[in-house]
């Protein structure tokens, strides 16, 4: 009987914050895993999450064909977890979302691998947002060289070093307001990274439907409102919330597009916040989400106490919880 030791992963993005994840869980579970980044000496990080040898990063740059082919030679199995949230020098949208993801479909097709995608709750070829079209067409593309491959769709993903919880926190420790672009009433349905990273590794085991479209949400649908309220929470800061009209939001982000860290938000996310960003009841209803994969999802408030600390006034010996004040 063949162990997972005789499988050869290739994981394309592995080195960011789901790809470490994913490794984390691939390693556990014995295989073999090739990570293949634009950066292999800044995969350091993700050796001791397995065994001596077991994890081995090469260079591929999805805008050269020859190092995606080059990189998925001899895999049983292409996990795609490439993406931005914004765009910046020739990192773009369509040229990594949708004509990078075609292309490592072409090449695990071209070696008779099996396929996992990564996209996203909200890829619409018809939307407002550049990046949901592009997660869209990025879709289209997987499938047309790997009809069998498994495609996941995660809503808002949280955990430590995300750029999600971590960055509302780090504006909250530096600024008396928190907006809330169009009243922060759009839904959200945040999702565990480590929940996310088994669902990858359950499809690699071979336990998602092949072709099949998962939406993957956590246990609660949250306004936008909520979630800094939680967050606001947990690093026990008060904070005026401050109503921010979608019209004057894609106004300011014209401007903080180029701002850094915690500060910038571009006219796209702007346009990505109109849409609620829920899993859908047809995926409930076939089964397509976590709970189908036979996982248990954690809540956002659960597990932010565990990373978000740092953010307190006095880290983690800090006891006193502070109510979010609103406007």
Known sequence: ????????????????????????????????????????????????????????AVQANLRYPDSVKAAVRDAGIVVNLVGILAEGGRQKFQAVQAQGAGAIAEAAAAVGARMVHVSAIGADEHSASLYARSKAAGEKAVLAAVPQAVIFRPSVVFGPEDQFTNRFAALARMSAVVPLIGG???????????????????????????????????????????????????????????????????????????????????????????????????????????????????SLQAIAPSYLWRFRATGQFQRKVVEPKSS
Do not use: W
């Open 1 to 56: 009987m063949a162990s997972n030791l005789d499988t050869l992963v290739t994981v394309f993005g592995g080195s960011g914050f789901l790809g470490r994840h994913v490794i984390g869980a691939l390693a556990k579970r014995d295989y073999r895993i090739r990570v293949a980044v634009r950066r292999p000496e800044l995969t350091g990080h993700l050796q001791p999450l397995g065994k001596v040898g077991q994890i081995h």
């Open 184 to 298: 922060g009433a759009t839904r959200l349905q945040p999702v565990y990274v480590g929940d996310v990273a088994t669902a990858v590794a359950e499809a690699v085991d071979g336990r998602a439907r092949a072709g099949a479209t998962y939406e993957l949400g956590g246990p609660e649908v949250l306004t936008m409102r909520q979630v800094i309220e939680i967050i606001l929470d947990v690093i026990q800061r008060r904070r005026i919330l401050l109503s921010l009209p979608f019209g004057l939001a894609r106004m300011q982000a014209k401007l903080l597009q180029f701002a850094p860290g915690a500060l910038k938000l571009t006219p796209d996310q702007v346009a990505l916040l109109q849409v609620d960003n829920v899993v859908s009841e047809a995926a409930k209803a076939a089964g397509l989400t976590l709970n189908g994969l036979g996982i248990a999802a954690d």
